[in-house]
Each structure stands twice: as C-alpha cells, then as structure tokens.
C-alpha cells in the first residue's frame, strides 16, 4: 500500500496561491492515479483534481477549473496541486488520494490532510 504525505497548506487571502504537495512512499507512484479532495467543514468530501499515472491526462471540477493545476513529478513520487486566484469558498482540508492499477490488490490511499484557510 502507498503511503500519502500532503504538505504546503496555509492561511492566505483571498487572491493568493498556494502550492500542495503529496509524496507518497511504499510504492511507485508512477503506477497510480492521484486524486486531490477536499472537505470543509459542514460539508461534505468534494472532488477536486485527478492526474493519470503518467501525467498526460488530468481532469478538474468545475469550481476549481481555470485557477487550480495538478500536476505531477514521478522522479520525486510527488504529487502537486497549484491553487491560483483563491476564494474563500477554497478553505477546507484537502487530501490527495491514489488510486491503484486495476491489477493491484490494493485499494485506494488516503493521504491525512492538509489546512487551506482562505481569508476575505
């Protein structure tokens, strides 16, 4: 099983850019789908990003589109989310989970969380 790490959360105001991260250990990383979530509190778990195992293929929500990129590093086992023009709307804990190879006997990995707080 893949171990997810999330990092680069903050408080920030409305306008600013963060980045996250995602290192995964325990596995190549390059064999799974990682997902990028969130949930604020409330409410419930919201998808926000995919990126493909290779990094070709990526698909967004359309409350993120146009201001949020995933994008990937293999090299790193590392996972990235760049949040651009943030909302206050944006606060929540995101994690990113990875999803295995339909061969794999393991079952998709969650990371634990990481804070983003969005200020007006």
């Known amino acids: 099983q893949v171990q997810l790490v999330e990092s680069g959360g903050g408080l920030v105001q409305a306008g600013d850019s963060l980045r996250l991260s995602c290192a995964a250990s325990?596995?190549?990383?390059?064999?799974?789908?990682v997902n990028w979530f969130r949930q604020a509190p409330g409410k419930e778990r919201e998808f926000v990003a995919v990126?493909?195992?290779?990094?070709?293929?990526?698909y967004y929500s359309d409350s993120v589109k146009g201001r949020f990129t995933i994008s990937r590093d293999n090299a790193k086992n590392t996972v990235f989310l760049q949040m651009n023009s943030l909302k206050p709307e944006d606060t929540a804990v995101y994690c990113c989970a990875a999803d295995p190879p339909s061969d794999s006997p393991d079952v998709r990995s969650w990371g634990q969380g990481t804070q983003v707080t969005v200020s007006s």
């Open positions: 325990g596995r190549t990383l390059s064999m799974y789908a």
């Open positions: 990126i493909s195992g290779s990094g070709d293929s990526t």
